[in-house]
């Protein structure tokens, strides 16, 4: 494992899981439209070169239409509309949700997750007051565990690095891959093709361009 481009990887993942666990876990505010509008968000979002990574360009330049000088207030409405309610999340933002039939929260799909994150020695922000699989709570755990993996090889703790890459590329497989791409067009469907919508499809590709490279990583 070549250490100077394994530390380049793992601070990039850091960053953009970082950021999207912002996004999707509370409602925004000056700061979090400061960072999605920086140079240096695009130079990460376009650090790693895959078959993907001009779409994902496209994604992230898609958000800044909707970023530069927006109506903050707005925003967050919409934030509240989309995540929280008052009143039905049509688009809903829960995994077991759109992986079932019946359309109902706290079913036994949820056991696992819940499995999965204290394995992996960390409860998500917000437990135990949002449910398990909301989409803000896998992006958080992620960005959990691609903070450890980067810690992990600050140390030159190989075999914690590919623990953590290893847990995330099975949280991506098992979990937010098999449904974020319904949830982004759930969100565009249900409230148009703005910011939120916009920056779910970004996820889903970050997610996905990650999983490959993860793949290469640990084999």
């Given at each position: 494992?070549?250490?100077?481009?394994?530390?380049?990887?793992?601070s990039?993942?850091?960053?953009?899981?970082?950021?999207?666990?912002?996004?999707?876990?509370?409602?925004?505010?000056?700061?979090?439209?400061?960072?999605?509008?920086l140079?240096?968000?695009?130079?990460?979002?376009?650090?790693?070169?895959?078959?993907?990574?001009?779409?994902?360009?496209?994604?992230?330049d898609?958000?800044?239409?909707?970023?530069?000088?927006?109506?903050l207030?707005?925003?967050?409405?919409?934030?509240?509309?989309?995540?929280i309610?008052?009143?039905?999340?049509?688009?809903?933002?829960?995994?077991?949700?759109?992986?079932?039939d019946?359309?109902?929260?706290?079913?036994?799909?949820?056991?696992?997750?819940?499995?999965?994150?204290?394995?992996?020695?960390?409860?998500?922000?917000?437990?135990?007051?949002?449910?398990?699989?909301?989409?803000?709570?896998?992006?958080?755990?992620?960005?959990?565990?691609?903070?450890?993996?980067?810690?992990?090889?600050?140390?030159?703790?190989?075999?914690?690095?590919?623990?953590?890459?290893?847990?995330?590329r099975?949280?991506?497989n098992?979990h937010?891959l098999?449904?974020?791409?319904?949830?982004a067009?759930?969100?565009?469907?249900?409230?148009?093709?703005?910011?939120y919508?916009?920056?779910?499809?970004?996820?889903?590709?970050?997610?996905?361009?990650?999983?490959?490279?993860?793949?290469?990583?640990?084999g």
């Open positions: 494992m070549d250490s100077e481009n394994t530390l380049l990887v793992l990039n993942r850091n960053y953009l899981y970082g950021m999207l666990a912002r996004v999707f876990a509370a409602e925004p505010d000056e700061t979090l439209l400061q960072v999605v509008a140079d240096h968000t695009r130079l990460e979002l376009g650090l790693i070169d895959n078959e993907l990574t001009e779409s994902i360009l496209a994604a992230y898609a958000i800044l239409e909707t970023a530069v000088g927006a109506d207030p707005r925003l967050r409405a919409e934030y509240t509309a989309i995540f309610g008052p009143g039905t999340c049509k688009a809903y933002p829960w995994e077991s949700v759109h992986l079932s019946t359309k109902a929260l706290f079913q036994a799909e949820l056991l696992p997750i819940r499995d999965t994150y204290r394995a992996a020695g960390f409860l998500p922000a917000r437990y135990p007051h949002v449910q398990d699989d909301f989409v803000g709570l896998e992006l958080d755990f992620l960005a959990k565990l691609a903070d450890a993996a980067l810690q992990a090889c600050e140390l030159d703790d190989e075999a914690t690095v590919m623990e953590r890459l290893e847990q995330s099975g949280f991506l098992e937010l098999r449904w974020i791409d319904s949830l067009d759930s969100i565009e469907r249900e409230y148009g093709n703005g910011f919508a916009r920056f779910t499809k970004l996820a889903a590709l970050v997610a996905r361009r990650d999983c490959a490279i993860l793949t290469e990583f640990v």
